[in-house]
């Protein structure tokens, strides 16, 4: 066949779009009896279209002698009595069947072991084992999918870049948390990001990183961003209980892909998880607090419990900058003043007392009190280990037993002298954003040393998911409250101004009671805490806050 032929072959199929494209060399007689006007044709080449056929003729030597439109039947019936020399055709698509094949050995072995470990992990039984196939396609829209799919038939669909790549661990983990939901949970997204959340809780150190990175990656422009943040940040706390109490809700909840009604609910777990401390634990608290004086030490202890966000939060005097600091009991609150908003009870009224910088009362002192030593937090409750209690039992007798805080600061609002670099780090730190404490703890160790010298800024302890809650609100003079911290509550926080002073305790379980006679025979007002809403870190909360979502 000449060079010329299978050239022009190739370009007809390339140009035209044609589905097929043939080369055939013919004998003499095939010509004579087919195209009797034809004389001396050797080859043909054959395009063939929709409803006909374009044949182009060549002689011996590769010149073209003529083209001409024939039916396909005719088009048949000379090549069978033809010779194919060349063939160009557009692929067909693969069946269904061609695309999909039976998972490997392997690939099954590594899904049994995943779905044993989610099950164990969430204390649940193990669902069946499905009919699992692998398939080459790849499916670019589902940003938390990760190449798998769920078949109403109870088939699962893996595709094959995913289960080849190095994150494929995290790829078994999720699937496993999915089975255990019907087929139209499994394909909701919010279904399919907590699987994601429970593969990295669940994930070997080793391949921890690999999937954070993966999985943040595929979120980072869809409005699950917020949502995968928020597991990122907890997934070694929602390790405890929280699994499987979002496993039941997805369970009992309603087929929604509607993401604020999922984070309504998140936000309902997120406040009632508590989480144990071990022995342990208690070490790793109490390096972070000693290294609160030097900020320098403070970053290498951040981040060593996460499951409670063990980490430091800064108070600040916002008088340097020109900001005074008040007290006010008002009815509406104020975004742009308000620093603090405290909802209380009062009898059966509800009353709102709110801190900031608007009009009232200026406060002169904030002081914060801490005492862990003495308790066991448990799913459930914190459970006191005794100390307090004998103490409480001794004071009967008026035998009074010396009180050693955990940890205990101060910081008083009044006019320094500030240099103006040291002003930029006060004004960026008095927002209460966490990230900005430790870039500062990073970038600026040395002018926030200077900061906490001059009394500016006091470092304490922050964390979270303990059972620790401001659940008493308590007026009266300061060296009265500070009785009542130190002798019935295990965290305090209390603003003096001019007229009164009022305090943040918190008072879970046996306290509680012992708190309410403290106020009482201190000459103390103590009122039940409704709600509270901190939005510049002066109080410790754990209110859930994803995207611009604030549950209500």
Not at 34 to 51: I, N, Y
Not at 138 to 157: C, K, P, R, Y
Not at 272 to 282: A, I, K, P
Not at 396 to 425: C, D, I, N
């Amino acid at each position: 066949m000449p060079k010329e032929i299978a050239e022009f072959g190739e370009r007809q199929f390339n140009d035209t779009g044609a589905a097929l494209v043939e080369i055939l060399r013919v004998k003499a007689a095939t010509v004579r009896k087919h195209f009797k006007q034809l004389q001396g044709a050797t080859f043909l080449v054959s395009v063939a279209s929709m409803d006909r056929v374009r044949i182009y003729f060549f002689d011996r030597a590769g010149n073209m002698m003529i083209a001409e439109n024939i039916e396909p039947e005719n088009y048949n019936r000379v090549r069978k009595q033809s010779r194919l020399l060349a063939k160009f055709v557009k692929p067909r698509p693969p069946t269904p069947e061609e695309l999909r094949m039976e998972a490997t050995e392997e690939l099954r072995q590594a899904l049994s072991k995943a779905i044993r470990r989610v099950s164990r992990a969430l204390a649940v039984s193990e669902p069946e084992f499905p009919p699992t196939f692998v398939t080459k396609s790849v499916n670019q829209e589902q940003t938390q999918g990760f190449g798998v799919s769920f078949e109403e038939d109870g088939a699962i669909l893996f595709e094959e870049p995913s289960v080849k790549s190095i994150w494929s661990e995290g790829i078994m983990t999720r699937t496993a948390f999915l089975l255990l939901l019907d087929w139209k949970k499994s394909e909701l997204s919010f279904s399919e990001c907590v699987g994601n959340a429970l593969a990295l809780s669940l994930a070997r150190k080793s391949a921890r990183n690999d999937w954070l990175q993966i999985w943040t990656e595929k979120s980072k422009n869809s409005e699950m961003k917020p949502v995968v943040d928020h597991f990122v940040n907890h997934s070694d706390t929602y390790h405890t209980d929280g699994y499987r109490w979002i496993l039941q809700l997805i369970q009992r909840g309603p087929v929604s892909d509607h993401l604020e009604h999922w984070i309504k609910g998140l936000t309902i777990i997120h406040e009632n998880l508590e989480v144990s401390l071990g022995t342990e634990d208690y070490h790793t608290i109490a390096r972070l607090i000693s290294s609160l004086s030097d900020p320098r030490k403070i970053s290498k202890a951040q981040d060593k419990l996460r499951t409670i966000h063990l980490s430091a939060r800064a108070l600040c005097d916002p008088t340097p900058l020109g900001l005074e600091l008040v007290i006010e009991d008002k009815k509406d609150a104020d975004p742009d003043s308000d620093w603090l908003a405290v909802t209380y009870l009062e009898g059966g009224n509800v009353r709102r007392i709110h801190i900031g910088t608007g009009t009232g009362d200026p406060v002169y002192l904030v002081s914060y009190f801490l005492s862990i030593d003495n308790i066991f937090p448990k799913p459930g409750g914190i459970k006191p280990l005794g100390n307090d209690i004998i103490r409480w039992a001794l004071k009967a007798f008026g035998l009074e037993s010396e009180l050693t805080p955990t940890y205990s600061s101060m910081v008083e609002l009044k006019s320094r002298t500030l240099s103006s670099a040291e002003k930029a780090v006060l004004e960026r730190l008095i927002e209460g954003e966490q990230q900005v404490l430790y870039d500062t703890l990073v970038g600026s160790p040395g002018r926030l040393k200077s900061l906490m010298d001059s009394g500016a800024v006091s470092m304490v302890p922050s964390f979270h998911h303990v059972g620790l809650k401001p659940n008493l609100l308590v007026k009266g003079g300061f060296d009265r409250l500070r009785a009542v911290a130190e002798d019935a509550s295990l965290e305090a926080t209390t603003f003096v101004s001019n007229d009164e002073a009022i305090s943040l305790i918190s008072a879970p379980g046996a306290w509680a009671q012992r708190a309410i006679r403290a106020t009482l025979s201190n000459g103390c007002a103590v009122y039940p805490v409704v709600d509270i809403l901190s939005q510049r870190g002066l109080i410790r909360t754990e209110r859930m806050t994803i995207g611009d979502f604030v549950p209500s």
